[in-house]
């Protein structure tokens, strides 16, 4: 054990893992190697056997040590501090102060008259200093050696295929950092080209790649991504999936048919993927059909939208649901206005749509009263915009004053962006989690949001080991 400690003691050394701590890990060792000898002789020839727990421990807390260390070396990236990080710190500090005002309120009038304990925390740099003065020539050479390489090593690298090159650029200059190298084409004959242009070895990589029309290509890209990453010895492999292609067939509605979204979900974890990152799933069970060890982190595009519709005056505002599976997502929307703006009097209604095939709405149920309302239809996508264009025709019937529309993904299949263009709706809000087109551009009634800051924002906490949840707070 003591000469596996010496030996771990030299690799961290030489290896850049945690080369401050190598004097630490030395005098742990030595330390360890008295206690067994002294035990040793204490407990006598047959007893010896005994001082092998002292060596142990100590062997062990100084390769925890070590390991806690490295963890802590990590290059740290800059907080990007986008609006969500900023609203989320807000809540934290005014939760703070209630709690410290309710307890202020709560205490004893009488000030306690004994003196309170002085306590000081020493942060592992000035742990490494203060072990400096025991090192040799030799490692302190090897400790400056070893810091210099991983100041300039850096532990997040951001790559991105052609699925939309747009949002990862905009994401890479929100965190400060390169867009990494890499060549993602084609060969002659339609095999998907894939090669890295920079070390990703022991890194935390993020790939950015929307499985988005066209989607076999994307997900291939994806995938051989994922795999090139693997066998360069990545870290860890993070997928951004803005947004995630096959979520519509999720469950078996017929038989003979294929549940494809966790058929993608199982090609990606046989890939080797740590972590994937998704706005605005079709459905919460997507997140299910990943494995536990490989978490799922489904982002609440709206929060993106309801900052939008927060700075427009509407009179009688009611969150539209245009089906009974997206009802969840309306109430999170409606409570996330009346959370941030004070809207106490938004309404919530429902369509409810019964389809004749796939693509095709046969009929059409309000359930709710829109009238002398603007309302809001919130979905997770829009592919034809036909059942979109469908519902703001029953609302107009039903009395809406006005009727907006809110999606995360904006598709736009065929007739979509036309009949989006010739509906009656007043505005038709989007993410760019998928590319824009000159056509979308030259729609006047698309406005297309950028969701870049919340994925930015999300991969710093990530990364930094930060809460994701309180984003969204």
């Given amino acids: 054990m003591i000469v596996a400690s010496s030996a771990i003691a030299r690799r961290l050394v030489i290896g850049g893992k945690a080369p401050a701590l190598a004097a630490t890990v030395r005098t742990a060792a030595t330390k360890a190697a008295v206690s067994s000898s002294a035990s040793s002789s204490f407990w006598g020839q047959n007893n010896g056997a005994r001082a092998v727990p002292f060596a142990a421990a100590a062997a062990l807390a100084a390769t925890g040590a070590a390991a806690t260390y490295a963890a802590s070396c990590e290059r740290s990236i800059k907080d990007p501090m986008t609006v969500y990080a900023v609203q989320a710190e807000a809540a934290a500090e005014q939760r703070n102060q209630q709690s410290s005002m309710s307890s202020s309120s709560a205490a004893p009038s009488s000030e306690s008259t004994e003196p309170q304990p002085t306590v000081t925390a020493t942060s592992p740099a000035m742990a490494a200093a203060a072990t400096t003065h025991d090192m040799t020539a030799e490692e302190e050479r090897l400790e400056k050696a070893a810091r210099k390489s991983k100041k300039h090593a850096g532990g997040l690298k951001l790559f991105s295929g052609n699925g939309n090159m747009s949002l990862a650029l905009e994401i890479a200059k929100i965190l400060g950092i390169n867009l990494g190298r890499a060549t993602v084409g084609q060969f002659a004959d339609g095999e998907v080209n894939v090669m890295i242009h920079e070390n990703v070895r022991g890194k935390d990589v993020y790939v950015i790649q929307p499985t988005c029309p066209p989607v076999n290509n994307n997900l291939m890209e994806l995938l051989l991504m994922v795999s090139t990453l693997n066998r360069a010895s990545a870290r860890r492999i993070t997928v951004v999936i803005p947004y995630y292609g096959y979520a519509r067939q999720d469950r078996k509605m017929q038989a003979r048919v294929p549940i494809s979204a966790a058929d993608v979900a199982r090609l990606l974890e046989s890939m080797g993927i740590d972590r994937v990152i998704a706005v605005d799933l079709h459905c919460g069970q997507i997140q299910g059909f990943f494995g536990p060890r490989v978490p799922v982190d489904n982002l609440d595009g709206g929060i993106v939208g309801i900052d939008h519709f927060g700075g427009k005056d ?54 709710g009263d829109v009238k002398d309302c603007d309302c809001i ?93 309180a984003l969204f707070k």
């Fill in 377 to 469: 239809i919130v979905d997770d996508m829009i592919d034809t915009a036909g059942t979109l264009c469908k519902a703001a025709d029953v609302l107009v019937a039903k009395g809406a004053r006005r009727v907006f529309a809110f999606a995360s993904h904006g598709l736009l299949s065929g007739p979509g962006n036309d009949r989006i263009a010739n509906s009656k709706l007043e505005e038709c809000v989007i993410l760019n989690t998928i590319p824009s087109s000159p056509q979308r551009t030259a729609n006047e009634k698309l406005t297309e949001l950028s969701v870049a800051p919340l994925l930015a924002q999300t991969i710093f906490n990530i990364h930094a080991k930060k809460s994701i949840s």
């Fill in 314 to 367: 509407l009179h009688n505002p009611v969150i539209v649901s245009p089906d009974a599976g997206g009802v969840y997502r309306a109430k999170k929307f409606k409570e996330g206005l009346a959370h941030k703006f004070d809207w106490n009097d938004v309404g919530l209604a429902m369509i409810i749509k019964q389809r004749a095939r796939a693509g095709t709405v046969d009929q059409m149920d309000l359930v």
